[in-house]
């Protein structure tokens, strides 16, 4: 039985296959300095099984009839930070924009890698701040990984996660946990009742093909190199409607992606 003096040493090889699996699986590229980051995220699988390598791990979550386990290595190696209303100015164009379109009827919103749902309820706030709970708008988000669409769900935080949002947000929108449940908070039941989740692969069609007003894609392409990068904006963009917004991070760039969008500010794109 495996310990924590036993972590089994992650071989180029069997890194090398899974940079290639992973790859090909979801466009994420992992780069050589992962490799250890790598090992440490995978090593519980590894020691839950009692195996003595990552290779034999890597063979046995990949297996064409381990879905379930295919699922728990994908999430170990997908990375999700976020917090509520990051890189806030996006907010504010957005909040901006709703108020100079009120008469536009409905508004669908599309969080394309939501992770644990703070990017999701900023969004449904900055909406339901505006167009009210009665509304017609839908926020929906996705992410690559089952365990954050979960916890994303279900809209309830460590009290400390509740930076970024203003006090009469948090008074509108969030409930504080008493009891067993105190140290924490849940969003609001009405606005999360503007919400939807699923999990997705960028890397492919959305078969469904919703239509989306604004999307928020951002700290995603961090992770992509230039052709995947393509790949995604492709789909994405599919999804967004003309006249659409499309939000990336300060951190991001579209350089060298053709996509056809007009600059409207910085990392603001808008679809003719």
């Not at 590894?46 to 791990?57: H, I």
């Not at 929906?140 to 809209?155: N, W």
Request: overall charge positive; some cysteine.
């Amino acid at each position: 039985m495996l310990d924590d003096t036993t972590i089994p040493k992650l071989s180029e090889r069997d890194f090398q296959k899974i940079q290639h699996f992973i790859y090909n699986y979801c466009g994420i590229n992992l780069t050589d300095s992962k490799q250890s980051l790598v090992a440490s995220r995978l090593y519980r699988r590894v020691q839950y099984y009692q195996l003595s390598s990552y290779g034999a791990y890597f063979d046995l979550a990949t297996r064409a009839d381990n879905d379930p386990e295919l699922t728990h290595f994908v999430n170990a190696l997908t990375t999700n930070e976020t917090y509520f209303f990051r890189e806030n100015d996006h907010f504010d164009f957005l909040t901006e924009l709703l108020k100079n379109n009120r008469a536009k009827k409905a508004w669908r919103f599309w969080s394309g890698a939501s992770s644990s749902g703070e990017e999701i309820y900023s969004l449904a706030m900055v909406a339901s701040d505006i167009l009210s709970d009665q509304g017609d708008w839908l926020v929906h988000g996705s992410d690559l990984s089952t365990k954050v669409i979960e916890m994303a769900r279900a809209g309830h935080y460590p009290l400390a996660r509740n930076e970024g949002i203003s006090l009469a947000r948090l008074k509108k929108y969030c409930l504080k946990g008493v009891g067993p449940q105190a140290g924490s908070f849940i969003i609001d039941p009405k606005l999360r009742a503007h919400t939807q989740f699923s999990q997705r692969n960028l890397m492919q069609p959305d078969p469904r093909r919703a239509q989306y007003d604004i999307v928020f894609l951002r700290n995603v392409m961090i992770y992509f190199n230039q052709q995947s990068k393509q790949q995604v904006i492709n789909n994405v963009l599919q999804q967004l409607k003309s006249g659409g917004y499309l939000f990336i991070s300060h951190t991001e760039s579209l350089m060298g992606i053709q996509h056809g969008l007009q600059p409207i500010h910085s990392s603001i794109y808008r679809k003719p």
